[in-house]
């Protein structure tokens, strides 16, 4: 992950970087989710880094994220229970299971 920055190549870089105190570990991952109070931000194939510094962590993420409403729709619910006949509760469950996917849940409603 590391690269050359300003001619350092990158094992020099690192080896410098652990002389200052400071580790870092790629770690690998499929997808990040990072949950908000009104929604999340969901980051496939990410690249990251932990960099550990004096003990405190921080964590370096690249990737292309997008946003997601938080919360399921009421019209979904009302229209899932109007395609499979099943109690709110369980249709709003598997909305949740399913992340709002409602084609999915209504597949899952009738297997």
């Known amino acids: 992950m590391f ?4 001619g350092l190549n990158p094992k020099k870089m690192q080896q410098m970087m652990k002389q200052l105190g400071i580790n870092s570990e790629e770690i ?4 990040v989710i990072i949950e908000k109070s009104n929604g999340r931000i969901v980051i496939e194939n990410p690249d990251i880094q932990k960099i550990t510094t004096q ?13 997601e409403a938080g919360g399921i729709n009421e ?3 009302q ?3 109007e395609k499979t006949g099943k109690e ?3 249709v709003k469950r ?4 399913t992340q709002g996917d409602v084609a999915e849940t209504i597949l899952k409603l009738t297997e």
């Open 3 to 6: 690269h050359g920055i300003g």
């Open 94 to 97: 598997v909305l949740e299971e």
């Open 28 to 31: 690998e991952a499929k997808r």
């Open 79 to 81: 229209f899932v229970i």
């Open 55 to 67: 003990g405190q962590e921080s964590w370096q993420i690249i990737g292309e994220a997008r946003e």
């Open 88 to 90: 709110k509760e369980l």
């Open 75 to 77: 019209d979904d619910i």
